[in-house]
Every structure is written in C-alpha cells, then in structure tokens.
C-alpha cells in the first residue's frame, strides 16, 4: 500500500511538473515578438485603419523573393521594429502574385519585390522603400511617413 501512494505521489509531482513546463513554453511564445500582420487582404486592412485611424503598412511580397524572406526572418521579428510597427500601423502582408495581389501591384506600379509602403487610413500612398531593409532603417522609414 505504501509503494502503491510513494508512485501516486510520484505521478501526481510528474504531471505538476509537466504542465508548469508546458505553461512555461507557451509564455515564450506569446512574448515573442514580430510585426503582427494581416494575411493577403488590402480590404480588411483598410477596413481596420479606418476604424483605429492609423497609417497602413504593406509588406508587399513574393513567395520566391529572397529578400522578402529575409526580412520575415529577421528585420520583422526584431522586438523594437515589432512595437513600434504594431503600436503605430495596420499591418498587411500580400503576396503580390495571388488573390488581390496582381492587380494591386498593377495600380501601385510595383516592379521588385520587396516592396514596403506606408498609405494613410484612406489608402493614399505616403512612402515606400524596395529592397531588403535593416530593423533600425525600417523604423526611421516607419518614423519619416508618420511624420509627412
């Protein structure tokens, strides 16, 4: 009986220890910072700047673009380029060869990929930037169109 309650103790202990571990992680992961954008939608991200009256930022993107995947990698997971993005913008991420993504390119004139631009609520363009762009550039250029 006593060996029976020492493994019970011991089990119930394993399963404590699990889940303040499993916790743990998810906590990690919460805090990990990236710009946070919305996915292909040039509509809902108009729709959300309206609404909180805020600037718009577009990664405008292709799937094979090199660059494009560096700065999803690097420059967008940086934790100051991150609050100062998500604290100041609508976010959104198109991939320019799908859904709106052509047309869109067509009426903005885009001809390389990366392609960042800052449009006001209304969707007017404000600045833009093409090109592979380190965390502290991509926040001066965040800072310049806020301040246009």
Same mark, same amino acid.
């Not at 509509?43 to 577009?58: G, P």
């Given at each position: 009986?006593?060996?029976?309650?020492?493994?019970? *103790? #011991?089990?119930?202990?394993?399963?404590?220890?699990? %889940?303040? &571990?499993?916790?743990? @992680?998810?906590?990690?992961?919460? /805090?990990?910072?990236?710009?946070? #954008?919305?996915?292909? /939608?040039? +509509?809902? $991200?108009?729709?959300? $700047?309206?609404?909180?009256?805020?600037?718009? #930022?577009?990664?405008? *993107?292709? %799937?094979?673009?090199?660059?494009?995947?560096?700065?999803?990698? +690097? &420059?967008?997971?940086?934790?100051?380029? !991150?609050?100062? *993005?998500?604290?100041?913008?609508?976010?959104?991420?198109?991939?320019?060869?799908? =859904? @709106? =993504?052509?047309?869109?390119? $067509?009426?903005?004139?885009? @001809? $390389?990929?990366? +392609?960042?631009?800052?449009? +006001? %609520?209304?969707?007017?363009?404000?600045? =833009? &930037?093409?090109? *592979?762009?380190?965390?502290?550039?991509?926040?001066? #250029? =965040?800072? @310049? !169109?806020?301040?246009?």
């Amino acid at each position: 009986m006593k060996k029976l309650l020492h493994i019970n *103790y #011991f089990i119930i202990a394993l399963i404590l220890v699990l %889940s303040s &571990t499993v916790k743990a @992680q998810d906590n990690v992961s919460k /805090s990990s910072t990236q710009i946070n #954008f919305i996915e292909n /939608s040039w +509509t809902e $991200a108009l729709k959300q $700047a309206a609404r909180q009256n805020k600037y718009i #930022f577009v990664d405008a *993107y292709a %799937s094979w673009c090199g660059p494009c995947k560096m700065l999803k990698a +690097t &420059t967008f997971k940086n934790n100051k380029v !991150a609050d100062f *993005y998500n604290d100041n913008f609508v976010n959104v991420a198109i991939d320019m060869e799908k =859904g @709106q =993504g052509p047309a869109l390119a $067509a009426q903005w004139g885009l @001809q $390389a990929y990366p +392609t960042m631009i800052i449009f +006001t %609520s209304k969707g007017k363009p404000v600045s =833009g &930037t093409v090109g *592979y762009i380190k965390a502290n550039d991509l926040i001066k #250029f =965040g800072q @310049q !169109a806020l301040n246009k």
